[in-house]
């Protein structure tokens, strides 16, 4: 119930943004703050997160990485069912083995089609939101090694970003 609340006013504050502004200097796609890290559920999967802002209505419908990295990529959304943890990040809940994977508060994945770029509007994927999964890694991800993320937006086509590993 959280998130819900939160959509509203992210929307007033970029609605107040564009129009303070007015201008059409930001014409060019965004994509910045590319991270990467191992999942906390296994070392087999992987996710990438990355802070996306489009010049007009788009929509991210695609994601792929090459097969030296991972064997599939999906783009996911972290889905919080029950009660919230509190000061959690989900990392606790997401745990292997840790036995509470039934508990009242639960954290899942699920494929999503497509994530909304509404026009000028920061769209973040972030640990808990959204995130491109990378299913099947080849290899463990090293931190501070970049591999290129393939990104296919529906207006904007493809697009290629770098995605450095991190601690996360
Ligand atoms: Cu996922």
């Known amino acids: 119930m959280k998130k819900l609340m939160l959509i509203p006013i992210a929307l007033i504050v970029v609605a107040g ?5 007015g201008g059409s200097d930001d014409e060019k ?8 890290r191992t ?24 994601a792929s990485v090459s097969t030296s990295i ?18 959690g990040e989900g990392q606790e809940a997401m745990k292997p083995g840790d036995g509470e994977m039934g508990g009242d508060a639960m954290m899942s994945m699920r494929p999503v089609s497509a994530v909304d770029l509404p026009a000028g509007q920061d769209v973040v994927l972030a640990p808990g939101g ?34 450095t590993v991190k601690e996360g």
Not at 29 to 36: G, P
Not at 70 to 87: N, R
């Open 70 to 87: 991972g064997a599939k990529t999906e783009i996911h959304e972290t889905v919080t069912s029950g009660s919230e943890t509190e000061g």
């Open 130 to 163: 959204y995130h491109i999964m990378i299913l099947e890694l080849a290899k463990p991800l090293q931190i501070g090694e970049t591999f290129p993320v393939t990104l296919t937006l529906e207006t904007a086509g493809e697009v290629q970003v770098d995605a």
């Open 29 to 36: 796609l965004e994509i910045s703050d590319v991270w990467s």
């Open 39 to 62: 999942s906390a559920v296994s070392q087999e999967n992987g996710a990438v997160y990355m802070t996306i802002k489009s010049p007009v209505d788009d929509r991210l419908v695609k």
């Open 17 to 21: 943004t564009l129009a303070a502004c």
